[in-house]
Nanobody, 129 residues
Framework: EVQLVESGGGLVQAGGSLRLSCAAS????????IGWFRQVPGKEREGVSC????????YYADSVRGRFTISSDNAKNTIYLQMNSLKPDDTAFYYC??????????????????????WGQGTQVTVSS
């Protein structure tokens, strides 16, 4: 059984930093994309960042590029999202997610919530102004 367990959310002032972690277990796939979505009430989930296992390629949404960094520790089966220079607009519920053998390029991760095979339980990130 695949499980994704997030941690690291919280409350931070604008300009601050947080690091989200996602511990994955039960993976038996060779090709997958794993990363992060976020959602605010009344809006759809949007893809923030991901890594493709096949080539290590990464994707960042325009709104976070240059501020967020995704990384992985294969020995720990964990991915991270380092979030710097946080803004109030980054306030959302953040979900770790994975799509197995996605048929699209990772540049489409932003609106690929439909393709996700496994979701974590999510963690709240709140950025105060």
């Amino acid at each position: 059984e695949v499980q994704l367990v997030e941690s690291g959310g919280g409350l931070v002032q604008a300009g601050g930093s947080l690091r989200l972690s996602c511990a994955a277990s039960g993976f038996t796939f060779d090709d997958y994309a794993i990363g992060w979505f976020r959602q605010v009430p009344g809006k759809e989930r949007e893809g923030v960042s991901c890594i493709r296992s096949s080539d290590g390629g990464t994707y960042y949404a325009d709104s976070v590029r240059g501020r967020f960094t995704i990384s992985s520790d294969n020995a720990k089966n964990t991915i991270y999202l380092q979030m710097n220079s946080l803004k109030p607009d980054d306030t959302a519920f953040y979900y770790c997610a994975t799509a197995v053998a996605p048929s699209y390029g990772i540049s489409s991760w932003y609106d690929a919530a439909w393709s996700i095979d496994y979701w974590g339980q999510g963690t709240q990130v709140t950025v105060s102004s």
